[in-house]
């Protein structure tokens, strides 16, 4: 398994695009240097009034598929 570190700011106007589904992947670079995409969807439970905003832990498995994520 691997984890990998991003930081996150999506503001409030950005996850309602997500929201109504006219977006539903988020592409970031990693702490590292990676550049990676995700499903928006895993990041719900996350959303504040302001959208989302912070460091976050992504765990993968080794086939590259999504297990967890932890806000740090």
């Known amino acids: ?7 996150l ?3 409030k106007e950005e996850w309602l695009r997500i929201y109504r589904g006219e977006a539903n992947i988020v592409y970031a670079i990693s702490r590292d240097g990676r550049s990676i995409q ?4 895993i990041l719900s439970k996350y959303v504040t009034h302001h959208g989302i905003e912070g460091s976050f832990v992504i ?3 080794d ?5 967890s994520i932890i806000k740090l």
Do not use: H, L, T
Not at 1 to 7: K, L, P, T
Not at 38 to 41: E, G, L, R
């Open 1 to 7: 398994m691997q984890e990998i570190i991003v930081d």
């Open 9 to 11: 700011s999506i503001d």
């Open 38 to 41: 995700f499903p928006a969807a």
């Open 59 to 61: 765990s993968i498995n």
């Open 63 to 67: 086939a590259g598929k999504f297990q």
